[in-house]
């Protein structure tokens, strides 16, 4: 040791020393550096999304396993500020984090997405970087402006938006002016409510132009972003007849869609041959007058996606007789049609025996996903109130489907069940079917479809519902199937089991606190089948679908003889009566209870008592010759009791009108120069005695036409120039001994050269 330098000691001092701190500097440095953390790399939609049908976060990565995409989440770590009208969130990739939009989003919003405050908690991970994110939708958009209708006081004007606005919104930043002086105009919105297209009145000037002003502040209906600055339009008040433009109206999902064709002018209700023709030509193109009488609607085959022209023959006239003078066109283009999958039924049964197979339809969709999830038995009411499919169902498959189409055409698709559910379990059960396109996401449908060789009928009855079970393969009766009732709340209120005839009664209390059956199921091993015993498959508008109450004590059916009697008639009742099984009951006491129109009682008696055993008894009620006319009220009751076992009603009037048959035919149908145009009257009363010697009236009205040549065709000829309306005085002369008459009437000689049609009106009086 004596050996080693003192200087050698000192540089090995140092050197430790000096490692030392490095070590503690390096310590230092690790513990300041922050843990990594969870980065947001990427958000979408960009600035705009008015077509976004998702918007998507995607991390720089993985958060979540692969088994654990696709279900929405009940919990999200990202939130939606305002929320949209209707989506969920879910992980459609281990890093990538989507909220799927059921529809379009609302114009004129901004939209912010945040880190919800237990993101960390969510993810199990710290999320740094930007968590709070923008995105809008367009702002209020004033498209177009155009001059409806007007007259000799006001002017009605269209505003169209991009988005609904608010007729209260419009009347607060809208103001009008005479484009000459400037001079203000009163101004009223004439459409209630929101809209995206709004109608205003203003007050037409004398000379000048309409211009009309919107503040930029102004914004849609619920929006936040305005227009940003003030805008005008100037619009022109036409006296003349002129074709203003075409209006495209329809729905594109189903393919149905008309145009008008709006004037600057009412036109005439009459309308020339050929008063619209459209290239290319359009099958069953038929042309109608507006209910204001301001445009023409040409309804037709119109094909989407293509391009028309319509052209006005110079014929069409103005509400002031005055032609358009010369032909005038417009083209327009048909929308493409909407995005759509249709599954043609929302609900059904197939046999697991027979052709497993669902028709849908499909329209300007190239790729869809079909996907199907299986109903829990015990979940069966849930589903059915349209509560969330995965909180009731579990997913079986979803399967990528692509279509090879043809734009704007419907396509029909064959969806076979048996390939899709393959052995994911085919078997009995009741699946739900959703039909969602790629893009956009709320392209969808859905259907309810059981599985099932169950056929089950339910009669309602009282105390429960008389139930039969058949075999949808051989229609043969199924015994042992358990049946249940169950109420909306889902709660079971009756059971039974089908005997060997497939028959069952299945009773249930009939004001049980949880409700009446709502679902009725049919279950046999693994087969189950449901029934809802209160869904209206069918409702015909002029039936009445409530029927009468199911009588608890007795029931009487009351009728008179007839409907119709004179004051001071014998008013004929008779009641037959039944208990609740419809047996006819021993014999009882009823009392007769009558009222006039004006609801006072004017008799309450007994009735005589049933001598047949058959239940049926009779009263008469004697009307006064002075009573009041009307309707009268007949009511059976027990005595002393309020309850109305049964009743009818009958009219009491002082005459009935003689009724007469009145004909009348010209005696040729077409009449040429110097031949006087006669008419033939009949007429005989309706219990067919002939209307002999009573007066009768002949009245027309000429109205002046154009000659149409057949040879020069498009081309019309008008002749004379006097008015083109002529009323006729009536003439009046008598029916003969049959009832018979032949009547003719004179046409203007002072009118020149013209031809006429002719409206005539006969009155036997």
């Given at each position: 040791m004596s050996g080693i330098s003192r200087r050698f000691w000192v540089l090995s001092f140092i050197i430790v020393a000096i490692n030392l701190i490095g070590l503690w500097l390096i310590r230092a440095e690790i513990l300041s550096r922050p843990v990594p953390g969870l980065r947001v790399l990427s958000f979408s939609p960009g600035a705009q999304a008015d077509e976004a049908d998702r918007i998507v976060l995607r991390f720089d990565e993985a958060v979540m396993r692969e088994d654990q995409c696709y279900a929405a989440l009940e919990h999200s770590p990202f939130t939606i500020e305002p929320a949209p009208p209707a989506g969920h969130w879910r992980w459609e990739q281990p890093d990538q984090l989507v909220y799927l939009l059921e529809s379009k989003l609302p114009a004129g919003r901004e939209y912010v997405v945040r880190a919800s405050d237990d993101i960390q908690a969510l993810l199990g991970r710290r999320v740094v970087g930007d968590t709070r994110f923008t995105f809008r939708t367009q702002p209020l958009a004033w498209m177009d402006a155009r001059v409806t209708s007007s007259d000799g006081e006001h002017v009605n004007v269209e505003l169209t938006f991009n988005q609904p606005v608010r007729a209260e919104d419009l009347e607060r930043h809208a103001r009008a002016v005479n484009n000459q002086n400037q001079q203000k105009l009163a101004i009223q919105v004439m459409t209630r409510g929101a809209s995206k297209k709004m109608t205003v009145r203003v007050a037409r000037p004398a000379q000048g132009r309409v211009e009309i002003y919107l503040a930029g502040e102004m914004t849609g209906d619920g929006g936040t972003l305005a227009m940003g600055g003030t805008e005008s339009r100037i619009m022109e008040i036409d006296r003349l007849l002129k074709l203003r433009n075409a209006e495209v109206v329809g729905s594109w999902r189903g393919g149905s869609h008309h145009v008008n064709l709006q004037f600057t002018r009412g036109l005439s209700s009459e309308l020339p041959a050929s008063a619209v023709t459209v290239t290319p030509a359009v099958e069953g193109l038929s042309i109608s007058h507006d209910e204001h009488g301001q445009q023409l609607t040409l309804r037709g085959e119109f094909t989407s996606g293509r391009r028309y022209t319509a052209t006005v023959s110079p014929n069409v006239l103005g509400d002031n007789g005055q032609p358009l003078g010369s032909p005038q066109s417009l083209s327009f283009e048909i929308p493409d049609r909407s995005p759509m999958l249709r599954l043609t039924e929302s609900r059904g049964i197939l046999s697991p025996h027979g052709n497993l197979t669902l028709d849908m339809q499909a329209c300007n969709v190239s790729a869809f996903k079909l996907s199907a999830t299986k109903l829990h038995a015990n979940n069966l009411v849930p589903h059915l109130r349209g509560e969330d499919a995965d909180a009731t169902s579990r997913q079986v498959?979803?399967?990528?489907?692509?279509?090879?189409?043809?734009?704007?055409?419907?396509?029909?698709?064959?969806?076979?069940?048996?390939?899709?559910?393959?052995?994911?379990?085919?078997?009995?059960?009741?699946?739900?079917?959703?039909?969602?396109?790629?893009?956009?996401?709320?392209?969808?449908?859905?259907?309810?479809?059981?599985?099932?060789?169950?056929?089950?009928?339910?009669?309602?009855?009282?105390?429960?519902?008389?139930?039969?079970?058949?075999?949808?393969?051989?229609?043969?009766?199924?015994?042992?199937?358990?049946?249940?009732?169950?109420?909306?709340?889902?709660?079971?209120?009756?059971?039974?089991?089908?005997?060997?005839?497939?028959?069952?009664?299945?009773?249930?209390?009939?004001?049980?606190?949880?409700?009446?059956?709502?679902?009725?199921?049919?279950?046999?091993?693994?087969?189950?089948?449901?029934?809802?015993?209160?869904?209206?498959?069918?409702?015909?508008?002029?039936?009445?679908?409530?029927?009468?109450?199911?009588?608890?004590?007795?029931?009487?059916?009351?009728?008179?003889?007839?409907?119709?009697?004179?004051?001071?008639?014998?008013?004929?009742?008779?009641?037959v009566i039944r208990d609740s099984t419809g047996t006819a009951p021993p014999a009882l006491p009823l009392t007769l209870r009558v009222k006039r129109p004006d609801g006072r009682v004017v008799l309450e008696r007994a009735m005589a008592g049933d001598s047949t055993g058959q239940g049926v008894v009779h009263a008469d009620f004697v009307s006064h010759v002075d009573g009041q006319l009307g309707r009268y009220e007949f009511a059976v009751t027990l005595p002393g009791s309020s309850k109305v076992l049964g009743s009818t009603s009958a009219l009491i009037e002082a005459f009935v009108p003689i009724r007469i048959e009145v004909k009348a035919a010209p005696t040729q149908l077409r009449f040429g120069p110097g031949e006087q145009p006669a008419v033939d009257v009949s007429a005989r009363y309706l219990f067919g005695q002939p209307a002999a010697e009573l007066p009768v009236s002949i009245s027309a009205t000429l109205t002046g036409i154009d000659h149409e040549s057949q040879r020069l065709k498009g081309y019309s000829f008008v002749t004379g120039q006097g008015p083109r309306r002529v009323e006729l005085d009536a003439v009046r002369e008598s029916l003969d001994g049959q009832g018979k008459s032949r009547t003719a009437f004179a046409v203007p000689e002072d009118e020149g050269q013209r031809l006429w049609r002719a409206a005539i009106t006969a009155t036997v009086t």
């Open positions: 498959v979803e399967r990528p489907i692509k279509l090879s189409i043809v734009k704007n055409q419907t396509q029909d698709v064959a969806v076979d069940l048996r390939q899709l559910l393959d052995k994911n379990a085919a078997g009995p059960g009741v699946y739900q079917i959703v039909a969602r396109a790629e893009r956009p996401h709320w392209t969808s449908d859905s259907s309810v479809v059981t599985i099932s060789d169950l056929a089950i009928t339910a009669k309602s009855q009282k105390g429960g519902h008389h139930v039969l079970v058949t075999s949808l393969a051989t229609a043969a009766p199924v015994e042992g199937v358990k049946l249940a009732a169950i109420t909306k709340s889902n709660q079971v209120i009756g059971e039974a089991v089908t005997d060997e005839q497939g028959i069952a009664v299945l009773r249930s209390p009939p004001a049980h606190p949880d409700g009446e059956v709502w679902v009725i199921t049919a279950q046999l091993g693994d087969d189950l089948n449901f029934i809802q015993p209160q869904r209206r498959l069918w409702v015909i508008d002029d039936v009445d679908q409530a029927g009468r109450a199911y009588p608890q004590t007795y029931d009487v059916m009351l009728y008179t003889e007839r409907g119709v009697y004179r004051p001071g008639d014998v008013v004929h009742l008779t009641a």
